[in-house]
């Protein structure tokens, strides 16, 4: 097969992990930059050119968009999509992961437990809302956007809470407010799926000091066994999302597994090496399976 990854570079770990997989599988494979392609709209057919060429129509996509560039790496996946090429994440549901608000709308709409979560876009109705989620303080404010924790605040009392969150919103920065689940400590669980069923599973524990178990935060991980419950509302999850690969975020709190996030280019490093587990080789399998041929 010929398989294009859309990656900003070829020397990313997870980029590389799946070049390594695709060529031990026999397949020819080329990294592409989805902020270097343009796309084109001449005589109602459509193109992507790289480097002043056509690229045509590979014969699956893998997009490994970060968050920083998720309008137009959409744009570059939604374009192949019209062109009828496979890609193992599609356009909708990457988009649909990627905005925290989306995600958990979707998830509490369909019964899947997620921690309370409260949306405002006027600076004065904060103090009310924050009101809502309780009198335990801390709180989390989130950026919509925010990836490797960069964008996750503590708001440690109402006034400091209150006074982050209206500057986020006269920034125009959209934020999510939520309840901190202060008996995760520090922890939280990612469950690795490829193709419907969980390949991978592994702890992240923050360092000292930091409530935050994104591993680019200095967390530490090991391999932890996850129970059914937590396995199929991750498995649930990441259908209704609409992903085939997904790293679905779970902390466990006293009232059971909450889903934090779902993560449609979840990084391959940590996992790989945390697990043992060849994640790339699943997903090359994967895309072997479910690539249509290419219809010119
Ligand atoms: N409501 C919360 N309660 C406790 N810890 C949280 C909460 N939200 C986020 N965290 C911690 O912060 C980390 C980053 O939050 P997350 O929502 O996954 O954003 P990002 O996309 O930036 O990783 C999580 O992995 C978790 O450790
Ligand atoms: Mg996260």
Avoid at 98 to 110: I, N, S, V
Avoid at 269 to 289: A, L, R, W
């Amino acid at each position: 097969m010929r398989i294009l990854i859309l990656s900003r570079s070829p020397i990313l770990y997870s980029t590389h992990s799946l070049v390594m997989a695709a060529r031990r599988r026999g397949h020819s494979v080329r990294v592409v930059d989805h902020m270097a392609c343009d796309l084109t709209i001449l005589d109602g057919k459509l193109g992507v050119r790289y480097q002043g060429e056509f690229l045509g129509c590979p014969d699956a996509v893998i997009p490994r968009i970060g968050s920083s560039v998720t309008s137009y790496g959409a744009a570059v996946v939604r374009h192949f999509e019209m062109m009828k090429v496979y890609t193992v994440v599609t356009t909708d549901a990457l988009l649909r992961a990627r905005d925290k608000r989306t995600a958990l709308q979707y998830l509490a709409a369909h019964q899947l437990p997620v921690p309370d979560s409260v949306f405002t876009a006027m600076p004065d109705n904060v103090e009310s809302m924050l009101r809502m989620l309780g009198d335990n303080y801390p709180v989390v404010i989130k950026m919509l956007n925010s990836t490797q924790g960069q964008g996750v605040i503590l708001g440690e009392s109402l006034s400091a809470a209150q006074s982050i969150a209206e500057a986020f919103i006269r920034l125009r920065e959209e934020i999510l407010l939520q309840k901190f689940i202060v008996e995760s400590k520090g922890k939280d669980v990612r469950v690795f799926i490829v193709g419907g069923k969980v390949i991978a599973t592994m702890e992240r524990s923050a360092r000292d000091g930091e409530f935050r178990s994104n591993l680019h935060r200095g967390a530490s991980s090991k391999k932890v066994r996850i129970t059914p419950d937590e396995e199929e509302i991750s498995l649930r999850a990441a259908r209704l999302m609409g992903l085939d690969v997904a790293g679905v975020d779970i902390l466990r709190s006293d009232r059971g597994p909450l889903i934090l996030e779902i993560n449609a280019s979840p990084g391959l490093e940590g996992i790989e090496g945390t697990t043992n587990v060849d994640i790339s080789g699943h997903i090359i399998k994967f895309v072997e399976t479910h690539a249509r041929p290419a219809v010119v």
